[in-house]
């Protein structure tokens, strides 16, 4: 691995502060065992973390010319920047890059965000441990855009249409909702037309509903498909 790293912490506070850049001049993953082919990254990373504690975290994170080299090819991706704002009544989480931009918004504590999801779901079916945690509020919108590399990394992946999911969980009003929609996508011999996914927990049970105008392959058609239900406690 090869990177300079120019850092500065301030432990005065409640909350630790850290300054830091880095340049990641060559990190080759696979001979760090995290790759079993080619894979070496480069870019420069500028963190600005005014409380680094997950759970209250403000700070702002920028990645900006990161390289990509896969078995010989070069890839390039534009800046990421990532933000993030706590307070005591208030939490803000946002990503933007090429791939995705993604918002958490609301009160909740990032460390418990994954149980949150997994309470709410164990209230009507067996998914994971419940583990006892404060009452998380939050909304989250995710847009998936399809850069140009993204068919050199899945060359099989010849047509992706830009998607988006959304959806809010309150542990304190027990209200689940999720939604997500796919137009287009097209992997090998496979095209899948208008898929969406809508999820929620009306009338005290976890509803389901999947619809898919089309699905096609050599082998395979099926139109206007809907698969839906209810899990109750």
Known sequence: ANFNLTAYANMAGKYPAVKADINLKQIDLQKLNFSTTEFRVAGLIDADIKTADPDFL????????????KEGQRFNLDTIDVHSEATADHNLLTLKSEILSASVDGKYQLTNLGSALINQINKYYAFGEVKEIPDQRFRFNVNIYNPKFLKNFVPELTSFSPSRMSGLIDTQKDSLKMDAWFPQVVYGDFKVDSTSLNVNNDNQALNYKLLIRSVQSPSLALYNTEIGGAAAN
Not at 59 to 69: A, E, M, P
């Open 58 to 69: 403000n700070g702002d994170v920028s990645i900006r010319g990161l390289q990509f080299v």
